[in-house]
């Protein structure tokens, strides 16, 4: 299975292996962990209600970093918001692709996805206040989980597994399904976040195509595990 990075770019496991390119030196160390904090520090921000409301100051407060040093990096707070956003849905993605990197039915790739995102709220909750404050706006992005879920769904598609005619909009639907879903968890905390999330997957899966009892099946199969939630 494919390592997931973190997000200031070290694996997991240790540093990195050998590549032959120049190893960074003190001062972009210094730019990148600065970087990454004011990131970080927008994100935040967009998991405490989607908040893109704030001055600088706050923001490099909130990333400890000296005020001058947000205009080293972006242009203004649209630009950071939008690469906080970026880097959430890539980071989902990322993930994502390492959970399911070994499995090789199209149809269980796609459930593994949906089941593990539904599931976001109690897994990895920044991340999931994140795309249900922003996600909406992004169910077109070409980069991040969105192209991600159109490759699942045209390979189900294509190895009969789904039936789907216009795979733009088996993407809306499962995106806007799952933003829904991330809505009902949060406005009912007690709710049992396990069978609301695979009994979505099981909708999704039928409304795909598959044969309800195969997509019952296949949502009732042991979920491989997440790695715990580093920044997100």
Do not use: W
């Amino acid at each position: 299975m494919a390592r997931l990075a973190s997000s200031t770019g070290a694996s997991a496991a240790g540093p990195a292996p050998e590549t032959g390119e120049r190893p960074q030196s003190r001062v972009d160390r210094r730019k990148a962990s600065t970087r990454a904090a004011l990131v970080g520090a927008a994100r935040q921000f967009l998991a405490e209600g989607g908040r893109t409301d704030v001055s600088i100051q706050e923001i490099t407060d909130r990333a400890d970093v000296g005020f001058g040093s947000f205009y080293n990096h972006f242009s203004s707070k649209t630009e950071l918001f939008d690469a906080a956003v970026a880097a959430t849905l890539e980071y989902h993605g990322q993930l994502l692709d390492a959970l399911t990197a070994d499995i090789e039915d199209p149809a269980e790739v796609f459930a593994v996805s949906v089941r593990h995102t539904g599931r976001l709220p109690r897994s990895h909750p920044v991340l999931a206040q994140i795309l249900l404050n922003t996600g909406l706006p992004h169910l077109m992005e070409d980069a991040g989980l969105a192209p991600r879920v159109l490759r699942d769904i045209h390979r189900a598609t294509e190895s009969g597994r789904f039936s789907v005619r216009n795979p733009a909009v088996a993407l809306v639907a499962t995106g806007g399904a799952l933003l829904g879903l991330l809505k009902l968890i949060d406005s009912a905390p007690d709710i049992d976040v396990d069978e609301v999330a695979d009994e979505l997957a099981v909708g999704i899966l039928c409304l795909l195509g598959l044969p309800r009892d195969e997509a019952i099946e296949l949502c009732a199969r042991p979920l491989p595990p997440l790695p715990p939630a580093a920044s997100g």
